[in-house]
């Protein structure tokens, strides 16, 4: 085993100018036990000279597997003839010395270097660490995006030397980064990871040592003092005063703007005369008009968000007042505020319209929790003694909120875990005391924002924020008459989330930490009362109060775990342990008469009254603080914030549960989940959302539209009004303008057997096979099942991408968003998806020709919400399971056909869309394409031949004849 020395430079000193060597490999595999070393790159430096270089090939002993040819470039061959890693690890270790080691994720490095017997104890540099915190607006932090960032030269990547180049320039990049940041966020940092071994730490020492002209800030006093960002930007506008009578608008005017050389298109290279645009362009005008409500269907490539925004532009400056644009997602949101808007705008001004850029006045709104809370930011990071998680993510809040004017999670790249961080510092209802927050109004993100949003003519918000306020009342938005649902197939969705709740375990213990003695509010008292220049008598009074309170949250720990445990009880008996599946159990009047609810209702009253005797100690406790004579002593005040936020939170945590278990409203439906991780989570949604929405905001609205790709169900909006409560407004469907009868084929296997029939899973992966090797990726594969999707990768996936095609899973290979960018980087490619890739996919040109549908999309029948909505109709398949599963199989068949020059096969594997009665709703929802039947071994021939492909050899071969050799047989 071998040893590089300890760097001389120690722990306590990083000279920038010290000679680094930035290391990296190339591996067989990412398991530094199992997998192998195969390239080795090393830059010597100091400053920005290169002092020297070191770069091998090794002999891995093994074939490569094929994503690691496809990544790198290097073949068998050429390491067939490299030298073992044995042959080269004294010159290796040598070149590094005892010189500091930099590299990017540099950890992986190490720990193959470790795995080949090189113990390495320098000092080491990771780019990537100090990235993230610097950089944590970044949407990813690889060497590619790092070298975009800083317009660093970077051509040849994923080979060893050219990387470890990369990484060199980038730690210089960083390092002169890092000397532009704040005396007070660099002494800042240093106060937080005061207690810690990070590795850039002395870097920031010596920093914080130059710019205090040698004289340190983190002390006591930088410890009290509150980190509030300066306020960028007005606070507000003045609010829009309606015009008295209303302006209609001209909507044979409006029309010429879209018409062949009309005004939009002389301003915008590329747009295109689409009649569909301008049709549901005049109906959305005529309802803005006449004060009525619309439902509007726009098919794939109709341009809806165009057809709906010109006339609300116009009619919100014509009228001075606001018109406020819904959307489900944030990303289109924001695509439609920075992307579709201010085009349309730019259009408008070039003409000389009056509603122009500079007129128009736009507003982002979102929910509470995307905006963060200076008051609980500055709490948590006044905490001692935090794991090194939390304090690395106060230091990425703490780099961003010395440049964020909104104070947005949006301007974040939250990653893992760190969205459970930042319900613990973002803006939330329970948590909000603006009546004793010192933050308020002025250095509030949350207000500023809502104040922008007053004068705007058009407010564009998410389904989230936009049912929030109706549940609420209002107060949130705006006040408005006016509004625009875009991707409203998920409206109903988003209002039984937002018209219910859940309460999680993990929320009750929570709950119970605020009374810890590490970092809640009560921990803040205890550290204000020790410093404080009360008297004697009355710390000691008050110090009783906190120790009661203290010991009255303590005994209420075993009951919450009491209550937990017996719901957790019930579930196991009533639906049985399914190893790594959710498992859900709806609250019945069946189940609420089983014995083991009475246990359960039992634990929960136990609970209850130990949280009602919580609530009683803290109305105590605060009451003899307003009384204290240094009342008006700001770290009191914050004090009494934090106590007012938590004893909300315990009311209302009291009031949801008792809703959920003891006193459930007759129009509710009440279950548990428990996720297959073990976490147990309380739920409550109204068992209709139409009624609801009707009722808070289809009465209550001048003017609502509706608008999607996917709402109607054969031809028909019925089921979609009625599930919103908005039957009587007006219909319109505006068929897609693409030609799909000569762009899309659906094949249909007659010979595929049933879904719950033995053999099915290997039909489709037998299926799938064949698909891709004829077309040599290309193709989306859509599940239902998360597990049938694993099971479906399991085996495909080593056989594919033996021949060169690479095989992503959504969930294996991660997150949606990450194998759809991949997918999109590689054309031989197979993505395999469950439900969040069932729409968002928007893929032109062949990278996507082939779309196949394994299963038709039912609901899970047993789903607690799905069962009890199912009882509200006569015929519950065919009025509501079956209109649910076309319209997301609308969403799903949607993902192919994105442009004009598109064509593409659709592949439906599931047998009963040719034998049950209801297959023809939904292929008689579908545009008119070109349908054929056909046999599964037919089925890459069909593809081909549809796509104007040419048959490669390999597509006709069995599957036994190409897979003789496996990627990691060895020579």
């Known amino acids: 085993m071998l040893r590089v020395p300890q760097s001389v430079w120690g722990i306590w000193e990083l000279d920038v100018n010290q000679t680094c060597v930035s290391l990296d490999l190339e591996t067989s595999g990412l398991d530094p036990d199992n997998d192998r070393i195969i390239e080795v790159g090393a830059v010597k430096f100091r400053g920005g000279t290169v ?325 609980r930011w500055n709490s948590w990071r006044k905490t001692l003694g935090l794991p090194w998680e939390e304090t690395r993510f106060l230091l990425r809040l703490l780099v961003w909120l010395s440049r964020t004017s909104s104070g947005d999670r949006a301007e974040l790249n939250l990653a893992g875990n760190e969205t459970g961080l930042w319900n613990r510092v973002c803006a939330s209802e329970d948590n909000c005391v603006p009546e004793r927050c010192s933050y308020y109004p002025g250095g509030c993100f949350l207000y500023r924002a809502r104040r922008q949003a007053v004068g705007a003519h058009l407010v564009a918000v998410n389904h989230a924020l936009l049912v929030s306020d109706l549940a609420r009342g209002g107060g949130i938005l705006p006040d408005y ?156 005040n914050n004090c009494l914030a934090e106590m007012a936020s938590v004893r909300q939170q315990v009311s209302g945590l009291r009031a949801r549960l008792s809703s959920i278990v003891a006193d459930p409203a007759g129009d509710s439906i009440c279950w548990a989940r428990i996720t297959w991780q073990g976490e147990l989570y309380l739920h409550s949604a109204p068992l209709s959302v139409g009624r609801m929405l009707d009722n808070v905001l289809f009465s209550r609205k001048d003017c609502v539209v509706l608008t999607s790709a996917t709402l109607s169900v054969g031809g028909d909006l019925s089921y979609i009004k009625k599930s919103l409560g908005v039957e009587g407004a007006q219909g319109l469907i505006v068929d897609a303008p693409f030609d799909y009868a000569k762009s899309t084929l659906i094949l249909l296997p007659e010979d595929i057997v049933a879904p719950e029939k033995p053999g099915y899973q290997e039909a489709v992966e037998q299926a799938l096979l064949g698909v891709c090797r004829a077309t040599r990726g290309c193709t989306l594969a859509l599940f239902t099942s998360h597990a049938a999707l694993r099971a479906t990768y399991a085996s495909v996936q080593p056989v594919l991408e033996g021949e060169g095609i690479l095989v992503l899973g959504q969930g294996i290979d991660g997150s949606p968003k990450r194998v759809l960018n991949t997918f999109k980087a590689n054309r031989n490619a197979l993505l395999m998806g469950a439900a969040a890739l069932w729409e968002g996919v928007d893929i032109v040109g062949e990278g996507l020709s082939v779309l196949v549908i394994v299963r038709l999309p039912f609901g899970v029948p047993t789903d607690p919400v799905t069962a009890a909505r199912s009882e509200l109709f006569d015929d519950s398949f065919n009025q509501y399971l079956l209109p649910q599963a076309v319209l997301r199989f609308k969403q799903g068949f949607g993902r192919l056909i994105r442009s004009w020059s598109d064509r593409g096969v659709v592949l439906i594997l599931d047998k009963r869309l040719q034998t049950k009665a209801y297959g023809d709703a939904f292929l008689q929802s579908l545009p008119r394409c070109t349908v054929k039947t056909t046999r599964l071994p037919q089925v890459p021939e069909e593809v081909l031949g549809w796509l104007g492909w040419s048959v490669p050899a390999d597509s006709r071969a069995s599957h036994s004849e190409q897979t003789k050799t496996r990627p990691q047989d060895c020579w």
Not at 187 to 204: G, H, K, Q, V, Y
Not at 488 to 500: D, I, K, N
Not at 527 to 536: E, I
Not at 600 to 615: F, K, R, T
């Open 51 to 375: 002092l020297g270089t070191f770069h091998t090939l090794v002999n891995p002993g093994c074939m490569l597997p094929n994503r690691v040819r496809l990544l790198t470039g290097i073949t068998d061959d050429e390491l067939q003839v490299a030298p073992p890693f044995s042959a080269v690890v004294d010159e290796l270790v040598s070149f590094i010395g005892d010189h500091s080691i930099v590299g990017q994720n540099v950890q992986f490095d190490l720990g193959f270097l470790s795995s080949h017997g090189v113990i390495v104890s320098n000092n080491v540099y990771d780019v990537y660490d100090l990235a993230t915190i610097l950089l944590p607006h970044l949407d990813e932090y690889s060497l590619p995006a790092l070298a975009r960032q800083f317009d660093i030269s970077y051509p040849v990547q994923h080979r060893a030397l050219e990387d470890a180049f990369a990484a060199k320039d980038i730690f210089r990049a960083l390092l002169e980064y890092v000397d532009k940041l704040d005396l007070s966020v660099i002494a800042e940092i240093n106060r937080l990871t005061m207690a810690s071994d990070w590795p850039w730490r002395p870097l920031f020492l010596e920093l914080e040592t130059g710019k205090a002209g040698g004289v340190s800030l983190w002390d006591r006093q930088a410890w009290e003092a509150d980190c509030v960002p300066e306020a960028k930007g007005s606070v507000g506008r003045e609010p829009l005063v309606p015009e008295a009578v209303l302006k209609p608008l001209d909507v044979d005017w409006l029309a010429g703007f879209l018409e062949e050389g009309g005004v939009v298109s002389k301003a915008l290279p590329g747009f295109e005369y689409r009649p569909g645009q301008v049709l549901m362009m005049r109906h959305v005008a005529g309802a803005l008009n006449e004060g009525r409500h619309l439902v509007v269907e726009a098919g794939t490539g109709t341009g809806k968000s165009i057809a709906y925004l010109l006339p609300a532009v116009i009619f919100a400056v014509q009228n001075n007042a606001p018109v406020v644009v819904s959307t489900n997602t944030i990303n289109l949101q924001e695509q439609l505020v920075t992307k579709d808007l201010p085009e349309l705008l730019k259009a408008l001004s070039s003409a000389g319209e009056p509603a122009g850029a500079a007129a128009v006045k736009v507003a982002q709104l979102k929910g509470r929790n995307n905006y963060l809370c200076l008051r």
């Open 481 to 636: 008459g006016h509004l625009i649902v875009d991707e409203a197939h998920h409206l109903e969705e988003e209002a039984t989330e937002q018209f219910g709740y859940r309460v999680g375990d993990r929320d009750i213990y929570s709950l119970l930490e605020h009374f810890g003695d590490r970092g809640g509010f009560l921990f803040h008292l205890s550290s204000y009362l020790r410093t404080s220049s009360l008297a004697a008598s009355r710390r000691r009074d008050v110090g009783r109060e906190v120790e009661e309170l203290t010991e009255r949250a303590k005994r209420a720990r075993p009951f919450a775990e009491r209550f937990v445990g017996d719901v957790v009880r019930l579930v196991d008996f009533q639906v049985g342990a399914q190893g790594e599946y959710e498992r859900a159990l709806r609250f019945s009047q069946e189940v609420r008469r089983h014995r083991l609810w009475s246990e359960v209702q039992s634990s929960w009253e136990g609970l209850d009254d130990q949280l009602a005797g919580v609530e009683i100690g803290m109305a105590e406790l605060q009451a003899t603080l307003e009384g204290l004579p240094s009342r008006s002593d700001s770290e009191l």
